[in-house]
């Protein structure tokens, strides 16, 4: 059978890190082919190679479309040879009616005088072929995410798109969206269009797809028919690595329950959907607890809910010390003893106008004040103690941590938190984007804290960050907890079933 | 090992030097320009723009616009906008001497009166804007329809005037000249202490200090402007009172935005609204109450402004939020927050009385005042976003 698509060699360097390094990935003419992989395994790295966001020359290697080499510069470019991306978050303009969107890069709605018939007729047949019954006046911002899926698919099929790729197209869908989505899929299939697709769900994978590619740190593991797989086998497959021993575990002394979260429900606003579903769990004192899943597991939303800062309707108790604490916003949660480290340090860490002193006393400046007012001397004082003790490097702590690197920025972004002397330390992807050697630091520093007693929460999509670090893993999916696992049970293999089992048990 | 090697190759870019080079430049930049200016115009005018006359009046006429870029420099740190301030101005002028004439209220009535005003206007504003979620460009935009409107209701179109000579007082009388020279002593005297004890402290605490030659020079120049504008202005009539006012308030609000935890997270939040929330700073009470300090200096403004005419108009105060935020702007204010000085934003006040006075000074046809300034005000802005693309 002839390929369709064909990359060869494919080498992509970021600034200290190589996401793809000499990667093969053949995908036939008319399949559906899945692309597996953990969390940076370089799964959209490599269909941003593909589908030229980034352009070529970024990368090293070769693209084949139907044999011939393409040279993509842009996005516009692999558009018009005939590739088409879903994304995970839907690129829609929400403001905009669904004919508008599903028409939007096409000639007409170019022209110089837009006729809104034509253009209503025309976006009616693409609806009818996604087997979407709504009227294309309808705005996009009034559809439910699943149908706004259908619509992002029908966009993509006006392409006339040869090669459809569908990033995690089903994190937001219900079960029979799934179903209708997956139906879809097949009558493409029959079209002779070909998919790659992209998901975390390998119970839709091996439903849905004829072959199977997995990527584990950059790199092509296998490419196999899925008749020759099965759940286990492609779950090792991608986890299948040695844990280095960067992670200086040590056994400590594990205290009294600290934390208590009891029958927690976090209803988003806008869809009423429950994106956390009565998660109950403990953290005790000097016990670093993991928190496993994958993306869109609701990892994220359960924590920045815990300090007050996600907008929902939260309903759950929470304890801290034994005592029942309200929580209504981070202000709440800092009385409390509670820090949350977000995983995003640049958007919700730190001031970037700022200089490292300001930072690390920002939501501490009490503790600097005398006579109410700002003391310029025990300010410094305190921000050089609590930044020699993550041990900080910087040639001053009056330069703006826009300046810093990413693992001293967040060492700043720690010592800030730490000024409040937490009794539960909430650290979300404390070393994303940060390199090893840094890394190294950042976790020495969360060790220390443990020992000395602090409650350590380490959210990590990085399993052997989890398995290094944890005295205790919690596997979330679904907006639950569906696994808890000991130390020295947990594997990745253990981890990866949990989190890939959706929401049963 | 390769933590060394990093951390090494990081601190060889230099680029903190360079930083701090550059933000030196924009200071004296804007300190070049108005000496440009000044200078400019003296020579146009055959020295009379730089007369001890002129000076006075020069102070006396940025005096109302320095107040409200006092206030709108806060703002503008958290990120939002306060179009309102013109006719803000007019309405607490209006009810201040509205309370005078027709009521016959005391002096230090209607002055408390239309500072309370002032401030139940912030609060009604900072209320829409920090705790409605109604951005602050649409919430002033009303309020300078409804407070201008209320004005032209209240004084039912007409001209109030005249005023108690106690009231005039605010807006045009002067210090003793003894006095005048006695203040200036003691501020050039404090100046000097601080310096020597921040110096002190800041060795001590193993910080970077300039030579002692550069920060005592610089107090020293500094020291010698004020006993020269001093000088100059008790060869007229003495110090305004006006410039007092705004000399107090400007120190008052500088103090304020570098010494108090209020002051540090009104940059912080307009620095990172994001961010400042997750450290636990509570951004709504704060935004009220930068509007309503906004509020008690458009008052001040108003009775400023009043008390100098002796009367109250129905336009008073038009478009004088144009030129605050333009001084702001011209002082370096950054328009998306998180950055703004007080007192260089008097300083760009000042620029731009200066350009005002000296142009009709010259005769020039008002028409070109608009435009000289407007373009000021674009390079202002260009240089500021250019210099900051090339450090980027």
Redesign the interface.
């Given at each position: 059978m002839e390929y369709i698509l064909q990359m060869k060699g494919i080498t992509k360097e970021f600034p200290g890190v190589r996401a793809l390094n000499n990667v093969t990935f053949f995908v036939k003419k008319g399949e559906i082919h899945a692309l597996c992989g953990e969390n940076g395994a370089g799964k959209s790295t490599l269909m941003k190679i593909l589908t030229g966001v980034y352009p070529y020359g970024t990368y090293k290697g070769k693209i084949y479309l139907d044999g011939k080499e393409v040279k993509f510069k842009s996005i516009k470019e692999s558009q018009d040879a005939g590739i088409a991306i879903i994304h995970q978050e839907l690129a829609l303009v929400e403001e905009m009616s669904v004919a508008e969107n599903i028409l939007l890069s096409n000639d007409l709605m170019r022209r110089k005088y837009i006729d809104w018939n034509l253009i209503f007729a025309e976006s009616l047949k693409w609806l009818k072929e996604v087997g979407l019954d709504i009227d294309p006046q309808t705005k996009v911002k009034q559809l439910s995410v699943g149908k706004q899926q259908l619509v992002e698919i029908a966009k993509a099929l006006t392409l006339n798109a040869k090669i459809i790729v569908l990033d995690e197209p089903t994190a937001a869908l219900t079960k029979n969206e799934v179903e209708v989505l997956m139906g879809i899929l097949r009558n493409l299939k029959k079209k002779g269009v070909t998919c790659i697709y992209i998901s975390h769900k390998l119970s839709e994978v091996l439903e849905i797809a004829d072959t199977v590619t997995v990527l584990r740190d950059g790199e092509t593991i296998s490419t196999d028919p899925i008749e020759k797989l099965t759940e286990e086998t492609i779950i090792t497959k991608m986890v299948g690595r040695k844990i280095t021993d960067i992670y200086p575990y040590k056994k400590r002394e594990i205290g009294p329950i600290i934390l208590e979260v009891n029958d927690w429900t976090v209803v988003q606003k806008s869809t009423g959907k429950k994106i956390i579903n009565h998660v109950s769990f403990s953290l005790k004192k000097g016990e670093i607890l993991g928190i496993a899943g994958l993306m869109g597991a609701g990892r994220t939303e359960l924590f920045s809910s815990l300090?007050g800062?996600y907008p929902g309707h939260v309903t759950g108790t929470i304890k801290v010390d034994g005592k029942e604490k309200r929580i209504r916003?981070?202000?709440d949660?800092?009385e409390a003893g509670i820090a949350?480290v977000?995983e995003d340090r640049k958007?919700?860490?730190?001031?970037?106008?700022?200089n490292i002193i300001?930072n690390t006393t920002?939501?501490s400046?009490?503790k600097v004040?005398r006579y109410?007012?700002?003391d310029?001397?025990i300010e410094?004082?305190t921000a050089q103690e609590i930044n020699d003790k993550v041990k900080l490097?910087a040639?001053?702590l009056?330069?703006?941590v826009s300046?810093l690197?990413g693992g001293n920025q967040q060492k700043v972004v720690i010592s800030?938190w730490l000024l409040n002397d937490p009794k539960v330390l909430i650290l979300d992807e404390p070393t994303r984007g940060i390199?090893?050697?840094?890394k190294y630091?950042i976790y020495k520093i969360i060790n220390e804290l443990a020992t000395q007693g602090v409650g350590i929460i380490l959210i990590s999509s990085e399993l052997p960050e989890i398995l290094g670090m944890s005295d205790r893993v919690l596997v979330m999916a679904g907006g639950q907890i569906t696994g808890e696992l000991k130390r020295d049970e947990a594997s990745q293999e253990k981890i990866m079933t949990y989190a890939t089992g959706g929401t049963k048990r | 090992m390769?933590?060394n090697m990093?951390?090494r190759h990081?601190?060889n870019t230099g680029?903190?030097a360079k930083?701090s080079f550059k933000f030196d430049l924009q200071a004296y930049v804007l300190i070049l320009a108005f000496l440009v200016i000044i200078l400019l115009f003296g020579v146009l005018t055959n020295g009379e723009f730089l007369s001890s006359r002129n000076i006075s009046n020069l102070f006396t006429q940025m005096s109302v616009i320095a107040l409200l870029a006092i206030g709108m420099t806060l703002i503008l740190i958290v990120a939002h906008i306060d179009l309102s301030v013109g006719s803000v101005v007019g309405l607490t002028g209006g009810i201040a001497a509205i309370l005078q004439v027709w009521y016959g209220w005391s002096t230090w009535a209607v002055v408390l009166a239309a500072i309370l005003i002032g401030a139940l206007i912030g609060l009604w504003q900072g209320w829409w804007v920090a705790y409605r979620g109604v951005p602050a460009f649409i919430v002033t935009l009303a309020g300078m329809l409804i407070f201008r409107g209320i004005l032209i209701g209240l004084t039912r179109g007409q001209t109030i005037a005249p005023l108690e000579n106690s009231f005039k007082a605010i807006g045009n009388s002067y210090l003793p000249y003894a006095l005048g020279y006695i203040l200036g002593l003691v501020s050039i005297v404090l100046w000097f202490f601080f310096t020597y004890r921040n110096r002190k402290?800041r060795i001590?605490?193993g910080?970077?200090v300039p030579s002692a030659w550069s920060s005592y020079g610089k107090t020293a120049v500094y020291a010698f402007l004020i006993l020269l504008i001093i000088y100059m202005l008790n060869r007229y009539f003495g110090v305004p009172i006006p410039i007092l006012i705004v000399v107090v308030f400007g120190g008052i609000i500088a103090f304020v935005s570098?010494?108090?935890?209020f002051g540090?997270?009104l940059?912080?939040i307009g620095?990172?609204a994001?961010?400042?929330?997750?450290?636990?700073?509570?951004i709504r009470r704060n935004t009220l109450f930068v509007f309503i300090i906004m509020g008690v200096l458009a008052a001040t403004a108003g009775i400023l402004l009043t008390g100098r005419l002796n009367a109250a108009t129905t336009s008073a105060g038009t478009s004088f939020e144009m030129d605050a935020i333009a001084a702001c702007v011209i002082g370096g204010t950054s328009l998306m927050g998180?950055?703004g000085n007080v007192i260089r934003s008097i300083l760009g006040a000042l620029i731009m009385a200066s350009i005002d006075n000296g142009m009709s000074m010259m005769n020039m046809e008002a028409f070109w005042q608009y435009i000289v300034k407007g373009t000021i005000l674009l390079l202002a802005v260009w240089i500021d976003i250019y210099s900051q693309k090339r450090a980027a």
């Amino acid at each position: 059978m002839e390929y369709i698509l064909q990359m060869k060699g494919i080498t992509k360097e970021f600034p200290g890190v190589r996401a793809l390094n000499n990667v093969t990935f053949f995908v036939k003419k008319g399949e559906i082919h899945a692309l597996c992989g953990e969390n940076g395994a370089g799964k959209s790295t490599l269909m941003k190679i593909l589908t030229g966001v980034y352009p070529y020359g970024t990368y090293k290697g070769k693209i084949y479309l139907d044999g011939k080499e393409v040279k993509f510069k842009s996005i516009k470019e692999s558009q018009d040879a005939g590739i088409a991306i879903i994304h995970q978050e839907l690129a829609l303009v929400e403001e905009m009616s669904v004919a508008e969107n599903i028409l939007l890069s096409n000639d007409l709605m170019r022209r110089k005088y837009i006729d809104w018939n034509l253009i209503f007729a025309e976006s009616l047949k693409w609806l009818k072929e996604v087997g979407l019954d709504i009227d294309p006046q309808t705005k996009v911002k009034q559809l439910s995410v699943g149908k706004q899926q259908l619509v992002e698919i029908a966009k993509a099929l006006t392409l006339n798109a040869k090669i459809i790729v569908l990033d995690e197209p089903t994190a937001a869908l219900t079960k029979n969206e799934v179903e209708v989505l997956m139906g879809i899929l097949r009558n493409l299939k029959k079209k002779g269009v070909t998919c790659i697709y992209i998901s975390h769900k390998l119970s839709e994978v091996l439903e849905i797809a004829d072959t199977v590619t997995v990527l584990r740190d950059g790199e092509t593991i296998s490419t196999d028919p899925i008749e020759k797989l099965t759940e286990e086998t492609i779950i090792t497959k991608m986890v299948g690595r040695k844990i280095t021993d960067i992670y200086p575990y040590k056994k400590r002394e594990i205290g009294p329950i600290i934390l208590e979260v009891n029958d927690w429900t976090v209803v988003q606003k806008s869809t009423g959907k429950k994106i956390i579903n009565h998660v109950s769990f403990s953290l005790k004192k000097g016990e670093i607890l993991g928190i496993a899943g994958l993306m869109g597991a609701g990892r994220t939303e359960l924590f920045s809910s815990l300090v007050g800062y996600y907008p929902g309707h939260v309903t759950g108790t929470i304890k801290v010390d034994g005592k029942e604490k309200r929580i209504r916003n981070p202000r709440d949660a800092i009385e409390a003893g509670i820090a949350y480290v977000s995983e995003d340090r640049k958007r919700y860490g730190l001031v970037l106008g700022m200089n490292i002193i300001q930072n690390t006393t920002l939501s501490s400046l009490k503790k600097v004040m005398r006579y109410q007012l700002i003391d310029q001397t025990i300010e410094l004082k305190t921000a050089q103690e609590i930044n020699d003790k993550v041990k900080l490097k910087a040639p001053n702590l009056e330069i703006k941590v826009s300046q810093l690197s990413g693992g001293n920025q967040q060492k700043v972004v720690i010592s800030k938190w730490l000024l409040n002397d937490p009794k539960v330390l909430i650290l979300d992807e404390p070393t994303r984007g940060i390199d090893v050697g840094a890394k190294y630091e950042i976790y020495k520093i969360i060790n220390e804290l443990a020992t000395q007693g602090v409650g350590i929460i380490l959210i990590s999509s990085e399993l052997p960050e989890i398995l290094g670090m944890s005295d205790r893993v919690l596997v979330m999916a679904g907006g639950q907890i569906t696994g808890e696992l000991k130390r020295d049970e947990a594997s990745q293999e253990k981890i990866m079933t949990y989190a890939t089992g959706g929401t049963k048990r | 090992m390769n933590l060394n090697m990093q951390e090494r190759h990081w601190l060889n870019t230099g680029k903190s030097a360079k930083l701090s080079f550059k933000f030196d430049l924009q200071a004296y930049v804007l300190i070049l320009a108005f000496l440009v200016i000044i200078l400019l115009f003296g020579v146009l005018t055959n020295g009379e723009f730089l007369s001890s006359r002129n000076i006075s009046n020069l102070f006396t006429q940025m005096s109302v616009i320095a107040l409200l870029a006092i206030g709108m420099t806060l703002i503008l740190i958290v990120a939002h906008i306060d179009l309102s301030v013109g006719s803000v101005v007019g309405l607490t002028g209006g009810i201040a001497a509205i309370l005078q004439v027709w009521y016959g209220w005391s002096t230090w009535a209607v002055v408390l009166a239309a500072i309370l005003i002032g401030a139940l206007i912030g609060l009604w504003q900072g209320w829409w804007v920090a705790y409605r979620g109604v951005p602050a460009f649409i919430v002033t935009l009303a309020g300078m329809l409804i407070f201008r409107g209320i004005l032209i209701g209240l004084t039912r179109g007409q001209t109030i005037a005249p005023l108690e000579n106690s009231f005039k007082a605010i807006g045009n009388s002067y210090l003793p000249y003894a006095l005048g020279y006695i203040l200036g002593l003691v501020s050039i005297v404090l100046w000097f202490f601080f310096t020597y004890r921040n110096r002190k402290k800041r060795i001590k605490l193993g910080l970077m200090v300039p030579s002692a030659w550069s920060s005592y020079g610089k107090t020293a120049v500094y020291a010698f402007l004020i006993l020269l504008i001093i000088y100059m202005l008790n060869r007229y009539f003495g110090v305004p009172i006006p410039i007092l006012i705004v000399v107090v308030f400007g120190g008052i609000i500088a103090f304020v935005s570098h010494k108090t935890s209020f002051g540090r997270h009104l940059y912080a939040i307009g620095g990172n609204a994001e961010a400042a929330a997750l450290s636990g700073i509570n951004i709504r009470r704060n935004t009220l109450f930068v509007f309503i300090i906004m509020g008690v200096l458009a008052a001040t403004a108003g009775i400023l402004l009043t008390g100098r005419l002796n009367a109250a108009t129905t336009s008073a105060g038009t478009s004088f939020e144009m030129d605050a935020i333009a001084a702001c702007v011209i002082g370096g204010t950054s328009l998306m927050g998180g950055k703004g000085n007080v007192i260089r934003s008097i300083l760009g006040a000042l620029i731009m009385a200066s350009i005002d006075n000296g142009m009709s000074m010259m005769n020039m046809e008002a028409f070109w005042q608009y435009i000289v300034k407007g373009t000021i005000l674009l390079l202002a802005v260009w240089i500021d976003i250019y210099s900051q693309k090339r450090a980027a």
